[in-house]
């Protein structure tokens, strides 16, 4: 097979290859005798059609395919040995590439366009200054975070007497004729943006009616929508005062913090005492801190990288093809609207795979699945389950590493950590201990 390519020009060349027919002719005859074993013919038995017929009946089918099988295989292969980088998949040069009769040919070409990566250099060093923040875990959020335990892990109770942040039931009912009865109504004074509307319910009692003004004290037609069963363009038209009888007075009671509430915090017998509790809350914030601090050192150090690249040229009409090519649904309009962002991503992905080679970086099995429990671990977290059988967090990262686009998420950010921890020992790193309130300004 004879291979050609022309020189790089514009980051695009163009790859031509020529088949003879000793590249492709032994794999045609073994497809069509493997298709004379299999071929259900009548009046012929299995296995004994004339190889004549087969071809006759499957032949240019079968060197069709073993002419695309062979290309494919031998433009990989080159690509390969060559070590080009390209950048997205070979598309066929039509113009080119020899209209072909499968009759009579016995010699084809084929020509395919390809592009390259653009060189640059993304590595820092030690005229690169990045600054590793560590938060500090002040005594206040350890009990800010002990009373949002206690508040997580709390009861609902019933009250006779109304205070603030309790959820009132009742009978609603419009001052004027015929106007709006609404019963069951569901009422909590702590979202009305009038203080002397919530000052009216704040102590009074079961069976006691107060009158007040929806819209005046909420002034939110969805609010007020809600709460009266009606559209949210009848609210905006509600001027009445209502009555409310008060049927029902709901209270949420924080946990007391004991043991039990140790035990639903940590799992039973993990705390000894108040103090152990409030350290295990203390190393947990210092963690989810940690993890904060890491995100900001990533960001920094991706802005730091992308900045040592600069600007890079990219052979984007190709780049358009490819994509249009690839992606069939996509119109023309779309691929304008998200080009710019595609060659954004483009340029980092470039640079994490400089990044990682430069660095020897690997990303093993066993760092996806580490990860992947970490992130299915603050789910669960997120929804208040704290403490996850360590099982059930196992078959559950296994879960989502099954999906594609989570186990390609979850890949890119093990590698992206793994750039961001090699580049510490590189660049001039500044080691700064910040409060969580300065912390969370560095983000504005």
Known sequence: MKIEQTEVKDLKAVITLTVEAADYQEKVDKELRQYRQKANIPGFRPGMVPLGLVKKMYGK???AEVLNNTVGEELGKYIEDKKLNILGDPLPNEELTPEMNLDEQTDFTFAFDIAVAPEFNAALDGKNK??????TVTDEMVQNQVKSYAERFGQYIDAEEVKEGDVLKGLMTEQKEGGIVKENAMLNPQYMQLKTEIKKFIGAKKGDIIT???MKAYKSEVEVASMLDIKKEEAAELKSDFTFEIQGITRHEAAKIDGELFAKVYGENNVKDQADFEAKVRAEIEENM???SKYKFGLDAKEAILKKVGKVEFPEDFLRRWVL???KEMKQEDLDRDFPKMIDE????????????KYDIKVEKEDVEAYAKEVAKMQFMQYGLMHVDEQYLNNFAQEMLKKDDQLRGIVERVAENKI????????KLEEKAISHEDFGKLFK
């Open 61 to 63: 089918a079968v060197l």
């Open 130 to 135: 990045l600054t590793h923040y560590t938060i």
């Open 212 to 214: 007040f003004n929806p």
């Open 290 to 292: 940690a993890e904060d």
């Open 325 to 327: 090519a690839t992606n």
């Open 346 to 357: 483009l340029r980092w992905h470039l640079a994490k795979d400089q990044l990682m080679k």
């Open 420 to 427: 961001y921890e090699a580049l510490k020992g590189v660049v």
